[in-house]
């Protein structure tokens, strides 16, 4: 069983909605089966697509941050399973539109990973610790392999080999 996904676009140069609606199902869909979470009945995610200034906006009320990311995620709190209502996903385009030209990606591949991993969040993981993140990221890449995306953390840690022995 998959959650009911609500689709919107904010603002920002995004394909159109659905589109948007089917890459959402798509990636949410895979982060399910791969995490093997059990859905409450009638479960629900918002997924709500914008630009800088709207994100930047929300990262500074609810983060304390004053400037825009790629993704935040809001779950509404509590036991993650207790609940139809998931949460919120927010992607601004600008941020992950520049990311994947750093990354030399798809704009598809980035916004599908930004997607599984506001899910994951959504669903109770984390990366604040380094065991949370080895386990959030590996959950990531194998969700990501699924669909056929490259994974994302591979160039970074080609990256930071490269920076350790310069």
């Not at 089966?33 to 479960?43: C, D, G, I, M, Y």
């Not at 941050?65 to 992607?91: R, Y």
């Not at 890449?141 to 022995?165: N, R, S």
């Amino acid at each position: 069983m998959n959650p009911v996904i609500e689709v919107a676009i904010e603002a920002g140069d995004w394909e159109p909605l659905s589109r948007l609606e089917r890459l959402a199902e798509e990636a949410i869909a895979a982060a399910v089966r791969q995490t093997a979470f059990v859905l409450p009945s009638n479960a629900e995610v918002s997924v709500l697509f914008c630009d800088d200034a709207f994100i930047r906006e929300l990262n500074r009320k609810w983060r304390g941050i004053d400037k825009p990311t790629n993704v935040l995620s809001f779950p509404p709190g509590g036991d993650p399973g207790a609940t139809p209502l998931l949460g919120d996903i927010v992607i601004a385009f600008e941020t992950a539109a520049k990311e994947a030209l750093a990354a030399q990606i798809p704009l598809h591949d980035h916004v599908v990973h930004l997607l599984v991993h506001g899910f994951l969040h959504l669903i109770g993981y984390d990366h604040i610790e380094t065991a949370e993140a080895e386990a959030m990221e590996a959950h990531e890449c194998a969700i990501l392999a699924k669909l056929g995306i490259a994974d994302p953390y591979h160039a970074c840690l080609i990256e930071e080999a490269v920076d350790a022995h310069e």
